[in-house]
């Protein structure tokens, strides 16, 4: 088992940047997969990107080249670097894992532990 908790969010204009941190304990977070997803009010929860054990990574088409997932495993954290912000990145992101070790993906129902989540608000 593992506990998640978000940090980072914030209030950026558009073209900003922002890092957003998920901090992992109770386990190690290298030998989960790792994901971040968002849900925009009104809207279903999608996924961002997401890292397996291996740092095999996938990203969703509307962020790629613009945020990168990485893992910090020497302090349990799971990273999101956000370039380029847009008003349509406007969400609440989480932070999610899974104890398995093959390819990463973007299906929610996949994961078994969450965040409680964390605000990110661009204006345009």
């Known amino acids: 088992q593992i506990q998640l ?7 950026v204009q558009a073209g900003g940047s922002l890092t957003l941190s998920c901090l992992g304990s109770g386990n190690s ?8 997803f968002r849900q925009a009010p ?9 890292i397996n054990k ?7 088409d509307s962020v790629k080249g613009r945020f990168t997932i990485s893992k910090d495993n020497a302090k349990n ?6 370039n ?4 349509e990145d406007t969400a609440m992101y989480y932070c999610a894992a899974v104890y398995v070790w093959t390819h990463p993906t973007l299906f929610a129902h996949e994961y078994k ?4 989540g964390t ?4 204006a345009a």
């Open 54 to 60: 291996y740092d095999t990574t996938v990203y969703a």
């Open 113 to 116: 532990y969450w965040g409680q």
């Open 29 to 36: 977070i290298e030998n989960y997969r790792m994901a971040w």
């Open 42 to 50: 009104g809207k279903e929860r999608e996924g961002v990107a997401a």
């Open 5 to 11: 908790v978000e940090s980072g969010g914030g209030s």
């Open 119 to 122: 605000q990110v608000t661009v």
């Open 84 to 87: 380029s912000l847009i008003p």
């Open 77 to 82: 954290t799971l990273l999101l670097r956000m």
